[in-house]
């Protein structure tokens, strides 16, 4: 039995291979190139009338190896006329730790406006882009972007536009008469042409909840599963054969108690056997 | 060989599949893995969008879905639709006067 953290871990590294399969390409298409296959993978498996491995499997296959979606990019890359330049490529280490902060509160927001279940957050969503790169989706001189109106619009769809333009972005919540997740205001305002590192901000309703992970250690599994979901966050369990605690006692956990992180985030606890 | 006949002609079938409705990259990709030999993997459909988008031909917007997360839609633009038409009477010309000589 696999549960859907693995297979989103499976999708996970097809991704990252295909980043680095891209890694030649200007960053807005490679960025561009990893969003729409992401976002293949999500609509596939949200067709799938049971989460399987093999089907998990299926889908990712029928997409074909990342070497070949590269070599397909190589080639689309081929003649074009010399009017843009290639950029050096700007993803390093310190880059993709900012991605996932920033994607840590998108985590959040979709998993408190999705099904509010426990099951693990879509991954349709990329995390925002914040290296400076050329629009994807409008003509523009060199160097700018226009940004796009999203005011009325859901917040995930929203972010989804600015992360095709290659803007960055941060949320504001506010609470208002819209329905939670609806964009009510944003800067700068939609149609204004801005330089590709500008950040949008955007004014959203309903409220980002952040809790404090209490101390579960040395708590039964499912004493530490009942304090974790009244604090409001998922857990995961791993178990390790640990010969000085009772068996089905809680021997570490991550994140540590007391941090500060998102509703519904996920807290994995190392369980003994 | 192949290989090199279906560069030249793949981008005008994604056109023409959008001439008539708006799809999804999903749907493209599948349309196309399915037509024999047009595509070697459906993965292989995203850089050729991606260079149609950069070239204008088309364009995409988000919609939400009624059943998962939100697709992103290609749609022709008008610069497609006029590169696509001028495909369609240059592929006319062509593939008559190749069949006439292989005939």
Not at chain 1, 18 to 47: F, K, M, N, Y
Not at chain 1, 80 to 85: A, K, L, T, V, W
Not at chain 1, 107 to 124: K, M
Request: net charge negative.
């Amino acid at each position: 039995m696999t549960d859907d953290a693995d297979l989103d871990a499976l999708c996970g590294d097809y991704l990252a291979k295909l980043s680095d399969s891209l890694a030649g390409l200007p960053p807005a298409d490679r960025r561009q190139i990893i969003d729409q296959v992401s976002e293949h993978i999500a609509t596939a498996r949200s067709a799938l009338p049971a989460q399987s491995e093999a089907a998990v499997r299926d889908i990712l296959e029928r997409l074909g190896t990342p070497e070949e979606i590269a070599a397909s990019a190589a080639g689309e890359e081929g003649p074009r006329p010399p009017m843009r330049g290639r950029k050096p490529v700007l993803v390093g280490a310190a880059a993709v730790v900012v991605l996932i902060v920033v994607g840590v509160g998108l985590a959040a927001l979709l998993g408190a406006f999705s099904s509010g279940g426990n099951g693990s957050v879509q991954s349709n969503l990329l995390p925002p882009q914040t290296s400076p790169s050329g629009s994807g989706s409008t003509t523009t001189p060199a160097g700018v972007v226009i940004v796009p109106s999203l005011a009325g619009q859901n917040v995930s769809a929203a972010v989804q536009q600015l992360v095709t333009t290659g803007l960055s972005y941060t949320l504001t919540y506010v609470s208002g008469t819209e329905p939670v997740g609806t964009v009510v205001e944003q800067s700068p305002a939609g149609g204004s042409r801005v330089e590709p590192t500008t950040q949008v901000r955007l004014t959203v309703t309903g409220t980002q909840v952040s809790v404090t992970v209490p101390n579960v250690i040395g708590q039964s599994q499912a004493q530490a599963q009942a304090a974790l979901s009244a604090a409001g966050l998922d857990v995961r369990f791993v178990t390790k054969t640990n010969g000085s605690a009772v068996p089905g006692t809680v021997t570490d956990q991550a994140p540590a108690a007391g941090s500060t992180v998102a509703q519904q985030s996920s807290v994995t606890l190392t369980v003994s056997q | 060989m192949l290989a090199q006949m279906r560069r030249g002609a793949i981008e005008y079938c994604v056109l023409a599949l959008l001439r008539e409705q708006d799809r999804y990259g999903l749907e493209l990709a599948r349309a196309l893995a399915e037509a024999d030999g047009l595509v070697t993997s459906e993965g292989t459909v995203y850089p050729l969008l991606t260079r149609l988008h950069r070239e204008g031909l088309i364009d995409a917007t988000w919609e939400e879905s009624p059943n998962g997360p939100p697709r992103r839609y290609y749609r022709i633009t008008k610069d497609g639709r006029v590169a696509l038409k001028t495909f369609c009477a240059q592929w006319d010309r062509f593939r008559t006067t190749v069949d006439a000589i292989l005939a």
